[in-house]
Every structure is written in C-alpha cells, then in structure tokens.
C-alpha cells in the first residue's frame, strides 16, 4: 500500500512538473508574440484602429491605395490574402541560420490564397476574427494592406490548425470587390 501510494505521490509530481514546464513555455510565447506586435504597433511605419469589438487595437501599413467603397459588417467580400506569424523568434528574419549553422524556416504562412491558384476568398465581413474584420471595415475596394493583430483579436488563447494559442498574426489583404 505504501508504495502504491508513493508511486502515486511520484506520477502526480511528474505530471505537475510537465505541466508547469509547458505553462512556462506558453507564458514565454504569449508574451514575445504581444511583445512583436506592441513593438509594430508603435513603428511610425504603422498606423493603429481600434477594433469594432473595443477589445484591443489593429496595426497596419498601406501597401497599395484603392478608391472603391469601404465595406459595411453586413457586407460579404471578395479579397486575397496571406496569414503568417513567426514560428520560432519574432525578432528574426523569415529565416535565418541557428548556433549550429542550420537554416531555420521562421515565418510559418497558415493559409493564403496564393496556395489555392491566387482565387479569391468571399466571405461576410462578419465572419471572419475580429482583427480582420476591423481591417476590411476601414479599408477601401483597391487596397492592400498588412495588418498586424494581437491574438485577441485573433484566435485568443485557443490554437487553431497549426497556430499556437496567443499568437499574434499578420495578414497580408488585398480588398477586391463588395458583393
């Protein structure tokens, strides 16, 4: 019985070590990811919007200038985009060599549609992260833009399909038309 117990006691400490160990690991990149995006957000390079939801800010450059309309939230669109975060250390190139000399792919590209022919991706403003629809909603039919969003405005703290929970993410949108 004893040594069930202290069997028991051990697996229990092993677990909670891992655990901490991950915790750890999580804080670290939430943190360095908040880190990159303040440091964008402050770059006279960028300019800042408040999100719809008044939850936090977007930041963003212009890349190209249109003149069409600007879309509503119940509007659906039709753009073009790329959505990235950096994988490994946000205060690194795209890619860059390790300590040991091996080239290391930093900039992880999540989903683009680049990777499907360049077709267009139609959507309702509304059903996209808040970060992205605070984009559109401020952008004009023409405009391309690179857009830097907190994961709160992004997926939070839950990950999803290869992104890490608290990431913040970057999207490359090209605003096309308004349906």
Not at 39 to 59: D, R
Not at 60 to 81: A, C, E, H, N
Not at 85 to 108: A, L, M, P, Q, R
Request: aromatic share 10%.
């Amino acid at each position: 019985m004893r040594t069930k117990l202290l069997l028991l006691i051990t697996l229990a400490a092993l677990v909670f070590a891992s655990c901490s160990k991950d915790d750890e690991t999580d804080t670290v990149w939430a943190e360095n990811s908040l880190a990159a995006f303040n440091k964008i957000a402050a770059s006279a390079e960028y300019k800042t919007i408040e999100s719809q939801s008044k939850v936090g800010s977007i930041a963003y450059k212009v890349i190209k200038s249109g003149d069409g309309k600007t879309p509503l939230y119940t509007d659906r669109v039709k753009v073009l985009y790329t959505g990235w975060f950096k994988s490994v250390d946000w205060n690194k190139g795209d890619s860059f060599k390790n300590e040991d000399g091996i080239t290391i792919k930093n900039k992880y590209i999540f989903d683009s549609t680049a990777d499907r022919n360049d077709v267009p991706n139609i959507f309702p403003v509304s059903g996209v992260v808040d970060g992205f629809s605070t984009a559109l909603q401020h952008m004009k039919v023409g405009d391309k833009w690179e857009v830097w969003m907190p994961a709160k405005l992004g997926y939070g703290g839950a990950p999803q399909q290869g992104i890490p929970a608290n990431t913040t993410l970057v999207f490359e949108i090209e605003l096309l038309e308004i349906l």
